[in-house]
């Protein structure tokens, strides 16, 4: 019963310190995001993929990049953090397209200081 | 600028009253969702609407799409402090899932 899987839960970084959030599906999903939201706020899109290979720009894309080498695979890496990276950051992906169910990953809490 | 905006943002209530959430944009969505969010987990699908008009229920829940599906609402019967949670909607726009900005509701027994 994995489902979406995303490490680590809980990180502290540094300004300017380097990192990788991974996320990992074994539902053979085609689609897969990444979110963050901040406290008390909706989720907003960084970035999303609809298969291995392609990826595409959300609505808050600046300061982070990402890689879809496989189907399974999503990660999202922070270069250089800032402060205002600081955010709980929830990975996501379904079947199809959005209209079909989205499955989330259990999040993780990124503090920059 | 937000694609989805819900009202109210904040919503505290009595067990038993009704109440209706509101999820408005000037953009057609293809489809919208409702996902209900407690502290430290993940949204959670409570509905998929589809077609201008539709309506769905579930149990308490009624969920409208509007007729230009650009808008939706959340209408909640008799609520009960089980309720309580963060209430997103969020519209399907070409390949990208995009949130609303959330309603918090609190419901006191």
């Known amino acids: 019963n994995a489902g979406v899987t995303q490490t680590p839960k809980f990180r502290i970084l540094k300004i300017g310190q380097s990192m990788t959030l991974q996320c990992a599906q074994d539902?053979?999903?085609?689609?897969m995001y990444w979110y963050r939201q901040d406290p008390g706020m909706g989720l907003k899109l960084i970035y999303y993929?609809?298969?291995?290979?392609?990826?595409d720009k959300g609505e808050v894309p600046n300061g982070y990049n990402v890689s879809r080498s496989t189907t399974e695979d999503f990660p999202l890496r922070l270069e250089l953090a800032a402060p205002s990276q600081t955010s709980v950051y929830f990975c996501?992906?379904?079947?199809?397209?959005?209209?079909?169910?989205?499955?989330f990953g259990e999040g993780s809490w990124l503090t920059v200081v | 600028t937000q694609l989805l905006e819900q009202s109210p943002q904040f919503l505290s209530i009595q067990e038993g009253e009704n109440l209706t959430v509101y999820c408005n944009s000037s953009s057609v969505f293809s489809s919208l969702q409702w996902y209900r969010q407690e502290p430290g987990e993940g949204p959670v699908l409570l509905v998929t609407v589809v077609t201008g008009g539709e309506v769905k229920k579930l149990k308490r829940l009624t969920f409208q799409f509007g007729d230009a599906r650009k808008d939706s609402s959340l209408h909640i019967t008799a609520a009960q402090p089980g309720d309580t949670g963060l209430y997103l909607c969020?519209?399907?726009?070409?390949?990208?899932?995009?949130f609303g900005t959330g309603t918090r509701l609190q419901v006191f027994p």
């Open positions: 539902m053979n999903h085609n689609y």
């Open positions: 996501a992906s379904s079947y199809r397209g959005p209209g079909n169910t989205i499955y």
């Open positions: 969020a519209g399907d726009n070409t390949d990208k899932l995009i």
């Open positions: 993929s609809v298969g291995a290979g392609i990826t």
